[in-house]
T-cell receptor, first 119, second 110 residues
Framework: GAGVSQSPSNKVTEKGKDVELRCDPI?????LYWYRQSLGQGLEFLIY????????KSGLPSDRFSAERTGGSVSTLTIQRTQQEDSAVYLC?????????????????FGQGTRLTVV | LAKTTQPISMDSYEGQEVNITCSHN???????ITWYQQFPSQGPRFIIQ???TKVTNEVASLFIPADRKSSTLSLPRVSLSDTAVYYC???????????FGAGTRLFVKA
């Protein structure tokens, strides 16, 4: 597709249930990021995948959160035993990391996000 | 990770030039500076990126002084549709392993 695709666009779930959020990155992009954005707040980094390297999970808020990236493409963010504080928009982005030793030279392309509401 | 500081909000009128300054005093030698724009209910969108001096594209200009401890995003002749949140990011991996922060909420008035 032309851009990053996320599904579902909206998800309402009951407290204690597990949810899976999907991200289809732009074809060929080696980097994939997950962020969380609460209402009126900035983006909170969750996890970063780069090629075949071990993912950077340093932003995951608890062990209820996990993510996978299969075949270097599609990624799934799983939240187990959801809590009301998990309600937020979950954004996925993909891109190419910078080269030549320059950090932050990636242009990331974001999806529209999944709005998760835990009731 | 380099921390960034931006004004919380700014107001402007249509047709004016808007300059948003971001402070990043502990920027590292290899860090790029990137700006994103976010409209309500949408993911952030890349605006411009630079390392030093001045960068210009069809949307904006980015001014970076020699010490690189700050940067200024310049939006020429803003319109109502430029009302959005603008985020300044610095460095690390893809430049995103950091909390974006609240950004700067720009309100453009008629």
């Amino acid at each position: 597709g032309a851009g990053v695709s996320q599904s579902p666009s909206n998800k309402v779930t009951e407290k204690g249930k597990d949810v899976e959020l999907r991200c289809d990155p732009i074809s060929g992009h080696t980097a994939l990021y997950w962020y969380r954005q609460s209402l009126g707040q900035g983006l909170e980094f969750l996890i970063y995948f780069q090629g075949n390297s071990a993912p950077d999970k340093s932003g995951l808020p608890s062990d209820r959160f996990s993510a996978e990236r299969t075949g270097g493409s599609v990624s799934t963010l799983t939240i187990q035993r959801t809590q009301q504080e998990d309600s937020a928009v979950y954004l996925c982005a993909s891109g190419h990391p910078g080269t030549g030793g320059r950090r932050g030279s990636t242009e990331a392309f974001f999806g529209q996000g999944t709005r998760l509401t835990v009731v | 990770l380099a921390k960034t500081t931006q004004p919380i909000s700014m107001d402007s009128y249509e047709g004016q030039e808007v300059n948003i300054t971001c402070s990043h005093n502990n920027i590292a030698t290899n860090d790029y500076i990137t700006w994103y724009q976010q409209f309500p209910s949408q993911g952030p969108r890349f605006i411009i990126q630079g390392y030093k001096t001045k960068v210009t594209n069809e949307v904006a200009s980015l001014f970076i002084p020699a010490d690189r401890k700050s940067s200024t995003l310049s939006l020429p002749r803003v319109s109502l549709s430029d009302t959005a949140v603008y985020y300044c990011l610095v460095g690390d991996t893809g430049g995103f392993k950091t909390i974006f922060g609240a950004g700067t909420r720009l309100f453009v008035k008629a």
